[in-house]
């Protein structure tokens, strides 16, 4: 197999660093006090979100501790988080007796949300999850620093060429789901503003970690010989670990009302290019479909990156360690981002 930068094997290197933290990410975490909740740590980006705070607070002084709440539908997600130290709590958090009930916290991570089965029949599910339960759980947890996942989604389309809305951009949702996290927004700031409660509100556009995620996405169709959809011609990407990395570091930046921060990484990337890029190391030709529009879903982070930094892990090796993952068997999650959807319908 081939070998990573520290002489380990390379998948095992991949996997390590979506949880890996970094001096600066410990610095800034000691700025702040007590326990950290994650609620919804069982998603795509929660056990490793988790894992990477643990780690930071092992460097800490003190015996903070992280709890991960989650349902826990699959049993190896809350294995995981034991065997790392985290304390897993199963909870279903649509339960006022179950919220109640859970640990107390000088610091949130709220990532509970849902996306797909909005469209055909499952919009009033996806309003309660992603508008009315954040709002719940911020008057569970009034007072402590919480920070919440929302979607870059909440803003409209915007040029190609734009540089990709910042946060003082108009939003502007397409569809249902963009609509529930824009609502989301709109209570937890509520919530901030009538209670004195300091916020971060985190605008996600497209996590990688290999499992899941539009370079996968683009690597599997590539690989078996399906058209890339150009329509949507452009994203932004970045890395699971760098992301994990921000989000923990807004818990050092909270404020009321709150801070918004757009989480992605710095480059618009074609999806054409990307695509080419990746048939380039699969030794696949890519085959194209449609042409792309004028507009996409793009994001700019330049704010988070004056806090943070810019991202470590860069676009050239995520498409390679994408390729490696998936030549090398690499376990896939089997989630589809639906990057190329432009009229919200999810």
């Given at each position: 197999?081939?070998?990573?930068?520290?002489?380990?094997?390379?998948?095992?290197?991949?996997?390590?660093?979506?949880?890996?933290?970094?001096?600066?990410?410990?610095?800034?975490?000691?700025?702040?006090?007590?326990?950290?909740?994650?609620?919804?740590?069982?998603?795509?980006?929660?056990?490793?979100l988790a894992r990477m705070a643990a780690t930071i607070f092992a460097a800490l002084p003190g015996n903070r501790q992280v709890y991960a709440v989650s349902r826990f539908s699959d049993p190896a997600a809350r294995a995981e988080l034991d065997e790392a130290g985290v304390r897993t709590v199963a909870a279903d958090l649509s339960d006022?007796?179950?919220?109640?009930?859970?640990?107390?916290?000088?610091?949130?991570?709220?990532?509970?949300?849902?996306?797909?089965?909005?469209?055909?029949?499952?919009?009033?599910?996806?309003?309660?999850?992603?508008?009315?339960?954040?709002?719940?759980a911020a008057l569970r947890y009034k007072g402590s620093r919480f920070v919440a996942f929302s979607s870059g989604n909440v803003y409209p389309l915007v040029p190609v060429g734009s540089g990709g809305a910042d946060e003082t951009t108009a939003p502007g949702p397409v569809g249902e789901y963009a609509q529930s996290c824009l609502g989301?927004?709109?209570?937890?700031?509520?919530?901030?503003?009538?209670?004195?409660?300091?916020?971060?509100?985190?605008?996600?556009?497209?996590?990688?970690?290999?499992?899941?995620?539009?370079?996968?996405?683009?690597?599997?169709?590539?690989?078996?010989?399906?058209?890339?959809?150009?329509?949507?011609?452009?994203?932004?990407?970045?890395?699971?670990?760098?992301?994990?990395?921000?989000?923990?570091?807004?818990?050092?930046?909270?404020?009321?009302?709150?801070?918004?921060?757009?989480?992605?990484?710095?480059?618009?990337?074609?999806?054409?290019?990307?695509?080419?890029?990746?048939?380039?190391?699969?030794?696949?030709?890519?085959?194209?479909?449609?042409?792309?529009?004028?507009?996409?879903?793009?994001?700019?982070?330049?704010?988070?990156?004056?806090?943070?930094?810019?991202?470590?892990?860069?676009?050239?090796?995520?498409?390679?360690?994408?390729?490696?993952?998936?030549?090398?068997?690499?376990?896939?999650?089997?989630?589809?981002?639906?990057?190329?959807?432009?009229?919200?319908?999810?």
């Amino acid at each position: 197999m081939t070998q990573g930068t520290a002489g380990e094997p390379l998948l095992t290197e991949i996997a390590r660093r979506v949880h890996e933290p970094t001096g600066a990410d410990v610095e800034r975490l000691a700025a702040t006090d007590g326990d950290l909740v994650v609620l919804g740590a069982a998603g795509k980006m929660g056990v490793s979100l988790a894992r990477m705070a643990a780690t930071i607070f092992a460097a800490l002084p003190g015996n903070r501790q992280v709890y991960a709440v989650s349902r826990f539908s699959d049993p190896a997600a809350r294995a995981e988080l034991d065997e790392a130290g985290v304390r897993t709590v199963a909870a279903d958090l649509s339960d006022d007796a179950a919220l109640a009930g859970l640990p107390d916290a000088a610091n949130v991570v709220y990532m509970v949300g849902r996306k797909f089965g909005t469209s055909g029949g499952g919009e009033p599910l996806t309003w309660a999850v992603n508008t009315y339960l954040p709002g719940r759980a911020a008057l569970r947890y009034k007072g402590s620093r919480f920070v919440a996942f929302s979607s870059g989604n909440v803003y409209p389309l915007v040029p190609v060429g734009s540089g990709g809305a910042d946060e003082t951009t108009a939003p502007g949702p397409v569809g249902e789901y963009a609509q529930s996290c824009l609502g989301r927004e709109r209570i937890l700031a509520h919530v901030a503003e009538t209670t004195g409660t300091p916020m971060a509100i985190i605008r996600l556009n497209y996590a990688i970690d290999c499992r899941y995620g539009v370079l996968t996405d683009l690597a599997r169709t590539v690989a078996a010989g399906e058209p890339v959809e150009l329509g949507n011609g452009a994203v932004n990407v970045i890395w699971q670990g760098d992301a994990n990395r921000y989000v923990l570091g807004a818990l050092a930046h909270v404020d009321t009302p709150p801070l918004y921060l757009n989480v992605t990484g710095p480059e618009t990337a074609s999806v054409r290019w990307l695509a080419t890029e990746l048939g380039r190391r699969l030794g696949r030709e890519p085959v194209f479909a449609g042409a792309e529009a004028d507009t996409a879903l793009l994001s700019n982070a330049g704010r988070s990156f004056g806090l943070f930094g810019y991202p470590r892990v860069t676009l050239a090796e995520m498409l390679d360690w994408t390729v490696a993952w998936l030549s090398g068997g690499g376990a896939l999650l089997d989630k589809p981002t639906h990057f190329t959807e432009r009229k919200g319908t999810f």
